[in-house]
């Protein structure tokens, strides 16, 4: 009885090559292709390992994004004292809104209906609003 030749990559070796991958910016198709081609993947296997891949790139795109957040906003905040050293008000106030914006700070304006008890206005509860005033008018 023939043996199982050995896999060129072990499964947490294939992981890794796709987190590392796809943060870099190479498509979904060209990673199923390498993990075929170089990777020696059969088909089953290319999903399973993609599978087993997507909550480590998405933990991974987080803190990278996290950390291109923080750089901004340390970047932003030399802008606003820059300005604010330079006497431009008007500037370092812009800037200091966007700052708030990005780190969440600043809420976006949204409009409140008094009839939803001060909750958000979305969608449903309008077309709810509008369906309830259209029986009523029967």
């Known amino acids: 009885m023939a043996r199982k030749k ?3 990559y072990k499964k947490i070796d294939l992981i890794a090559k796709v987190v590392e991958m796809t ?24 999903y399973q390992v ?6 480590i790139i998405m933990e991974t795109l987080k ?7 923080e750089v901004t906003i340390i970047e932003m905040e030399n802008m606003y004292l820059e300005a604010k050293s330079d006497g431009d008000k008007k500037l370092a106030l812009d800037i200091k809104k966007e700052i708030n914006r ?18 958000d206005i979305n969608t449903i509860s309008v077309i709810k609003l509008i369906e ?7």
């Open 23 to 46: 943060t870099s910016g190479i498509t979904q198709p060209e990673i199923k292709k390498w993990l075929m081609g170089e990777g020696g993947c059969k088909i089953d296997y290319v």
């Open 102 to 119: 990005i780190s969440g700070l600043h809420n976006q304006k949204q409009e409140v209906d008094i009839t939803t008890n001060g909750k």
């Open 50 to 55: 993609l599978k087993d891949a997507r909550p």
């Open 63 to 69: 803190d990278i994004s996290k950390d291109r957040l």
């Open 132 to 138: 309830v005033k259209k029986e009523e008018n029967k």
């Open 6 to 8: 050995e896999p060129k």
